[in-house]
């Protein structure tokens, strides 16, 4: 079964960064496409980026050239840098992997970021 297990979500101010990190078990980590979701207070889930198992990344146009995902696959890790962050950016970044072969989806339970002075 697989598990992901998010870190790192907190409150930090406008303009500030945070790294949100993931670790994935009972899985072959390679065989994933990883990412990061977020929902926030009374909206959809939005997806915010994904990684695959070589490196080849994808941004919502929200968060480009603001948001960085990488992922080391001995250590079964993805990790979300985030800068210049805003207060719209405020929501539960859930961690997500996607089997590359059966397309089935898995999520954490997500952890709270808020963006506020």
């Known amino acids: 079964q697989v598990q992901l297990v998010e870190s790192g979500g907190g409150l930090v101010q406008p303009g500030g960064s945070l790294t949100l990190s993931c670790v994935a078990s009972g899985t072959i980590f390679t065989t994933y496409v990883m990412g990061w979701y977020r929902q926030a207070p009374g909206k959809q889930r939005e997806l915010v980026t994904t990684i695959t198992s070589s490196g080849i990344t994808n941004y919502a146009d929200s968060v480009k050239g603001r948001f960085t995902i990488s992922r080391d696959n001995a250590k079964n890790a993805v990790w979300l840098q985030m800068n210049s962050l805003k207060p719209v950016d405020t929501a539960v970044y859930s961690c997500?992997?996607?089997?590359?072969?059966?397309?089935?989806?898995?999520w954490g339970k997500g952890t709270p970021v808020t963006v506020s002075s």
């Open positions: 997500y992997a996607r089997n590359m072969y059966s397309n089935l989806a898995h």
